[in-house]
T-cell receptor, first 109, second 115 residues
Framework: QKEVEQNSGPLSVPEGAIASLNCTYS??????FFWYRQYSGKSPELIMF????GDKEDGRFTAQLNKASQYVSLLIRDSQPSDSATYLC?????????FGKGTRLSVIA | GAGVSQTPSNKVTEKGKYVELRCDPI?????LYWYRQSLGQGPEFLIY????????DSGLPNDRFFAVRPEGSVSTLKIQRTERGDSAVYLC?????????????FGPGTRLLVL
């Protein structure tokens, strides 16, 4: 069973702080990793993707991948109340996307 | 350009009835995916199409679920003899191709409630 694990949260951070979201995956054949943001009652929207070990930065977001540890993370700098949402981690390899259950982030003003 | 669209946005039906859910992908996207999302869970893969053919239907829970994409564009997910446990949000996504590095773009979903 290919799984993606995330802490369901809620993760509460004060406005302006760094939010750190973590994800582990079981399938070593996974090659691509995606972070989606999902507001309540809405569909997932892509935040970032990462394929290679290391860090990838895009604005306030940094994705980190460590294939040896089967670990993916998403850092959100200068967190804003509008970042409050559920963040879904997904892995893709020889099988279609497998999603985690998501981590609920709450940014407190 | 237009994103993925799904109709209806909400569907209420009675146990045992048949339902069809429609997905219109982004123009030019050859890959189309169906997921089901229950409350508090991540999307769960059901089936995906590359063109007109179902490339992987391993996520369909049983033979009451079926999907088609006859012309390689619009897809319909069909559920026979609905059960209360089928209640969920059904999400459709599309991507330019089915490559592992392709980003999937999601539609707004159809919220299905089986009474």
């Amino acid at each position: 069973q290919k799984e993606v694990e995330q802490n369901s949260g809620p993760l509460s951070v004060p406005e302006g702080a760094i939010a750190s979201l973590n994800c582990t995956y079981s399938d070593r054949g996974s090659q691509s990793f995606f972070w989606y943001r999902q507001y309540s009652g809405k569909s997932p929207e892509l935040i970032m993707f990462i394929y290679s070990n290391g860090d990838k930065e895009d604005g306030r977001f940094t994705a980190q991948l460590n294939k040896a540890s089967q670990y993916v993370s998403l850092l959100i700098r200068d967190s804003q109340p509008s970042d409050s949402a559920t963040y879904l981690c997904a892995a893709s390899g020889n099988t279609p996307l497998v999603f985690g259950k998501g981590t609920r982030l709450s940014v407190i003003a | 350009g237009a994103g993925v669209s799904q109709t209806p946005s909400n569907k209420v039906t009675e146990k045992g009835k048949y339902v069809e859910l429609r997905c219109d992908p982004i123009s030019g996207h050859t890959a189309l995916y169906w997921y089901r999302q229950s409350l508090g869970q991540g999307p769960e893969f059901l089936i995906y199409f590359q063109g007109t053919g179902a490339a992987d239907d391993s996520g369909l829970p049983n033979d009451r679920f079926f999907a088609v994409r006859p012309e390689g564009s619009v897809s319909t997910l069909k559920i026979q003899r609905t059960e209360r446990g089928d209640s969920a949000v059904y999400l459709c996504a599309s991507s330019p191709t089915s490559g592992v590095q392709e980003t999937q773009y999601f539609g707004p979903g159809t919220r299905l409630l089986v009474l």
